[in-house]
């Protein structure tokens, strides 16, 4: 879609040719932002099956309540 949008303001003459240019390349960016944007909403941690990464909270404090309250339960 952004690369449609971006080839059709390029055969539309658009003066001055600097806004043009402005929009041309403003219009893909926001649409690949936001393409980017909503991957990233999906799946916000990045966890994979390899288990955590750089990028990624770490959930140590997490897994030692849970352990903390199995022990407490039994």
Do not use: H, W
């Not at 806004?19 to 994979?48: H, M, R, W």
Request: net charge negative; hydrophobic share 45%.
């Amino acid at each position: 879609m952004g690369f449609l949008i971006s080839l059709g303001m390029i055969f539309i003459k658009i003066q001055p040719f600097l806004g043009s240019l402005f929009y041309t390349a403003l219009t893909p960016f926001l649409i690949f932002y936001v393409l980017f944007l909503l991957k990233d909403l999906d799946n916000p941690f990045e966890y994979s099956g390899k288990g955590e990464g750089g990028s990624e909270i770490s959930l140590t404090q997490i897994y030692d309540l849970e352990k903390r309250l199995n022990e407490f339960n039994m």
